[in-house]
């Protein structure tokens, strides 16, 4: 899903300092929204990860892939390409997560044997 940046500044030299005050504000709600969101959307995806680890020990499959893994850094790089965001980051991001669905996996494992 590619997204177009509406041009979300006005002219803030004209701003009195209400104005400024609730422009700021606005912005902070709208981060403060989009890090909720975040968070839900993280709690959702390592609720699949687990079941993932499930699978993974039940059949006794390695906790990490690391092709799998590979392909997710570079589509996540070229989709945060797309979108203007530093893909070095993207990927720093990935491997922060991938790290930790990695750990649940052998927890999951080392309790299943």
């Given at each position: 899903?590619k997204?177009?940046?509406?041009?979300?500044?006005?002219?803030?030299?004209?701003l009195?300092?209400?104005?400024?005050?609730?422009?700021?504000?606005?912005?902070?709600?709208?981060?403060?929204?989009?890090?909720?969101?975040?968070?839900?959307?993280?709690?959702?995806?390592?609720?699949?990860?687990?079941?993932?680890?499930?699978?993974?020990?039940?059949?006794?499959?390695?906790?990490?892939?690391?092709?799998?893994?590979?392909?997710?850094?570079?589509?996540?790089?070229?989709?945060?390409?797309?979108?203007?965001?530093?893909?070095?980051?993207?990927?720093?991001?990935?491997?922060?997560?991938?790290?930790?669905?990695?750990r649940?996996?052998?927890?999951?494992?080392?309790?299943?044997?």
């Amino acid at each position: 899903m590619k997204l177009k940046s509406a041009k979300i500044l006005p002219d803030i030299l004209t701003l009195d300092s209400d104005q400024q005050n609730e422009l700021l504000s606005s912005y902070r709600d709208s981060i403060d929204n989009i890090d909720a969101a975040l968070i839900h959307m993280l709690a959702e995806r390592f609720k699949i990860t687990q079941q993932v680890g499930k699978f993974k020990a039940k059949f006794g499959l390695p906790p990490a892939d690391k092709i799998r893994e590979q392909k997710q850094i570079d589509r996540l790089r070229t989709l945060s390409e797309e979108a203007k965001l530093n893909p070095d980051f993207s990927e720093k991001f990935l491997h922060f997560i991938i790290t930790e669905v990695i750990r649940h996996h052998e927890q999951l494992r080392d309790n299943h044997e």
